[in-house]
DNA sequence: GCGGAGATTTCC
DNA sequence: GAAATCTCCGCG
């Protein structure tokens, strides 16, 4: 939640063949396995899961309804199954490739929800476990902009009415009146 | 080896 | 508002 907080204003970077693409983070969602019902680590520590049992700094991908991927900052600590799942980007470098992943050329829809995301970056599997914070890894995370606290809104999460009580929960956190945040 | 679940997107 | 569509996990 606190560092959920603090992702906000971040730059998140993949650098491949093609080219590096990127963009500011403006949303992000806070998932904690010890109490979380909706995150995938609560009480469910096995193969996909795995990495978020890890220190803080790696990435958790993974692909969801067979057809889009969903990229997680794992924050730790060790042993917890906490992340933070980046929803939305503001586009900032490799704006060209973007729009040729997304087919589309409308900048506002490029990284506006957690599949588009994946899809604008070219985030696949092949990137789960990669390391954010190390200077020679293909997927970094920067800080890069601070969000002033008065900016930052928080809201119940998105799509995890399942999770009973934790549905509720205001661990949805976003950039207020930025264009690139989903709908 | 099989069946179901799933933190979404897109188009009618 | 519904359909599309696939991988991983748990159980037999």
């Known amino acids: 939640m606190e560092l959920a907080r603090k992702l906000l204003g971040c730059l998140l970077i993949h650098r491949t063949l093609d080219g590096a693409a990127g963009g500011m983070i403006v949303e992000a969602e806070a998932y904690v396995g010890a109490i979380d019902k909706a995150c995938h680590a609560y009480r469910n520590r096995s193969g996909r899961t795995e990495i978020m049992y890890h220190d803080g700094g ?11 991927h969903c990229f997680n900052a794992v924050t730790g600590p060790e042993g917890e199954g906490n992340a933070v799942l980046i ?19 409308t900048v506002q829809h490029l990284c506006s929800g957690p599949g588009k995301v994946c899809q604008a970056l070219g985030i696949t599997k ?3 476990g990669l390391d954010l914070c190390a200077a020679d890894s293909p997927l970094r995370l920067i800080r890069y902009r ?10 119940p999460r998105i799509n995890v009415a ?10 949805r956190f976003y950039v207020k009146d930025n264009l690139y945040v989903s709908k």
Do not use: F, S
Not at 59 to 67: D, E, P, R
Not at 146 to 155: D, F, G, Q, R
Not at 162 to 171: S, T
């Open 58 to 68: 790696y990435a958790y991908v993974y692909l969801i309804y067979g057809m889009h």
């Open 87 to 105: 929803r939305a980007l503001e586009p900032v470098i490799g704006l060209d490739l973007m729009q040729q992943r997304r087919h589309t050329k």
């Open 126 to 128: 092949n990137e789960y």
């Open 146 to 155: 601070h969000i002033p606290e008065a900016l930052i809104v928080a809201t």
């Open 162 to 171: 399942y999770a009973e009580e934790a549905a509720a929960w205001p661990w």
